[in-house]
Nanobody
């Protein structure tokens, strides 16, 4: 079965950095487009970044220049490097991929940025 497992979240001060990981199984990882979403309390889940099988990336304006999405196909793992973190980045971060019109999600990892 498809499984996506995020890790790397935690508590960090404003200006700090975290690297999130998403390890996938049950998919042909190398051919998939994957992405990161986040959801803060009381808000809708929003797209943060995507990465294609070829490594092309798109990043939301709100995190442009601070967050970098990448992938390691040999490890079946996608990453989100988060630098210069702001309190407004506080959210649960989810990795995702879509297969046959069904969107799969990980369980999420909490990122909390203190002032």
């Amino acid at each position: 079965q498809v499984q996506l497992v995020e890790s790397g979240g935690g508590l960090v001060q404003a200006g700090g950095s975290l690297r999130l990981s998403c390890e996938a199984s049950g998919i042909i990882f190398r051919i998939m487009t994957l992405g990161w979403y986040r959801q803060a309390p009381g808000t809708q889940r929003e797209l943060v970044a995507t990465i294609t099988s070829g490594g092309s990336t798109n990043t939301a304006d709100s995190v442009m220049g601070r967050f970098t999405i990448s992938r390691d196909n040999a490890k079946n793992t996608m990453y989100l490097q988060m630098n210069s973190l702001k309190p407004e980045d506080t959210a649960v971060y989810y990795c995702t991929t879509t297969i046959r019109d069904y969107q799969y999600w990980g369980q999420g990892t909490q990122v909390t940025v203190s002032s």
